[in-house]
């Protein structure tokens, strides 16, 4: 299968040298050219716009920031839509809205494409190796066309039905919980530092014992060390799905009480000018909240 691939950040990058790595054809397309160096050192072809990239491929994959940049890729002027031949699949793997994906998944009908969304969960490292969740939704024909590419690229492959817009509720539910849990164990780790504990013994507490689980491991191990650096998602991706979660749960009537809490914590660090650090230091807000200095 040939493949196309519009890489921004970390995780796409990752995903696309993880597909050059099973000796797949893959070409790669950035705005900023320059962002494409390191995967064509990997063996990428590297296309000069959209409509190069589009050229003969059987997949394009997209891994893109925000709704705004995936509908501009999708629809907008020389955008996938208008570039790719008719059957040709696009893939979309970000975080994105509901009603984005609908409109994407609309136009791709309306020019004969086929379009799916595979929303990728994990870190960057984990992608390295191949070590995703991918939560696939689209026509079940599809789906199994893509099979091989989907667990070259994922351990954990979990199919959420022929309507690409359930598996974006999948992710966007997934990152809610999951921004939960990071500002549940800021507060945890707070009361217990206020005790005079180590927030490490907490951390191998949490671990060893009932949430024995990536997100608390990793997340958990970054709170107690303060690592703040180590991004995975940034305090600007961590609002982005904050506002996705509060939108999704205002389109379907759901309230989200707990989504408001961090988005506040994120909004603090923003604030602060700290929106390019991991989006755990939501925790480090609540640190300083409950009157630790660090």
Same mark, same amino acid.
């Given at each position: *299968? ?8 970390? *995780? ?29 050192? /990997?063996? /990428? ?38 570039? *790719? ?38 870190? @960057? ?20 066309? &893509? ?13 959420? %039905?022929?309507? @690409? ?35 490490? &013994? ?52 759901? @309230? &989200? ?17 700290? %929106? ?5 230091? *939501? ?7 409950? %009157?630790?200095?660090?």
């Amino acid at each position: *299968m040939r493949i196309g691939f519009v890489a921004l950040g970390r *995780m796409g990058s990752a995903m696309a040298r993880r597909l050059l790595e099973g000796g797949l054809d893959v070409t790669v397309f950035n705005r900023t050219a320059a962002k494409s160096d390191a995967l064509a050192a /990997a063996g /990428a072809k590297v296309a000069k716009d959209l409509a190069a990239l589009c050229g003969k491929r059987d997949l394009v994959i997209t891994m893109l920031p925000s709704d705004a940049a995936l509908l501009e890729v999708a629809l907008g002027e020389g955008g996938l839509a208008e570039t *790719m031949a008719a059957g040709t699949i696009h893939m979309a793997c970000g975080t994105h809205g509901v009603a984005a994906i609908e409109k994407v998944n609309g136009g791709h009908g309306r020019a004969g494409q086929r379009f799916v969304a595979a929303p990728v969960l994990g870190r @960057p490292e984990l992608a390295a190796a191949g070590h995703l969740t991918i939560v696939p939704a689209g026509p079940a024909k599809i789906i199994s066309e &893509l099979q091989d590419i989907l667990e070259r690229l994922g351990n954990v492959i979990s199919g959420a %039905g022929e309507d @690409p817009a359930a598996a974006t509720a999948v992710k966007i539910a997934h990152n809610f919980v999951l921004g939960c849990a990071i500002e549940a164990m800021g507060e945890g780790m707070a009361l217990v530092r206020k005790h005079g504990v180590d927030a490490a &013994l907490f951390h191998d507490v949490l671990t060893r014992g009932l949430f024995a689980c990536k997100a608390y491991e990793i997340y958990g191990g970054i709170i107690a060390r303060q690592d703040w650096d180590n991004v995975g998602a940034s305090v600007v991706v961590g609002l982005k799905d904050a506002d996705l979660a509060l939108e999704a749960g205002a389109r379907a009537g759901v @309230p &989200l009480p707990s989504g408001q809490v961090w988005r506040d914590h994120l909004a603090a660090a923003w604030d602060k000018s700290e %929106g390019a650090r991991d989006w755990s230091v *939501m925790a480090l807000e609540q640190f300083r909240e409950s %009157g630790l200095e660090r």
